[in-house]
């Protein structure tokens, strides 16, 4: 059984920093994409950034590009996201996501993954 586990949520000033983190076990965790989405309260879950498996190619969503970066270490099973000058706006709930990457191919929809962590709550203050 997937179990997917965020952590590195808290309350931050406008500009400040924080690094996500997101431990796998069970699975194959080499053999998936991971992926970060968001949610704020009111708003649909949308995509963040994603990494494939090897961690050769990275995607990021427009909002996010120059700010945040995602990154993946397989031996420890985790995937990272550090965010950098971060805004208000960035003010939700943040999701890690799993998905066995049988090709080159990497969504950017939250349907295409089949492991979901609980969330772990970023807030930044202005």
């Known amino acids: 059984q997937v179990h997917v586990v965020e952590s590195g949520g808290g309350l931050v000033q406008a500009g400040g920093s924080l690094r996500l983190s997101c431990v796998v076990s069970g699975g194959a965790f080499s053999s998936y994409a991971m992926a970060w989405f968001r949610q704020a309260p009111g708003k649909e879950r949308e995509f963040v950034a994603a990494?494939?498996?090897?961690?050769?190619?990275?995607y990021y969503a427009e909002f996010v590009k120059g700010r945040f970066t995602i990154s993946r270490e397989n031996a420890k099973r985790t995937v990272y996201m550090e965010m950098n000058n971060l805004n208000p706006e960035d003010t939700a709930v943040y999701y890690c996501a799993a998905k066995f990457q049988g090709t080159s191919v990497v969504l950017r929809t939250p349907g295409w993954y089949d492991y979901w962590g609980q969330g772990t709550q970023v807030t930044v203050s202005s």
């Open positions: 990494i494939s498996w090897s961690g050769g190619s990275t």
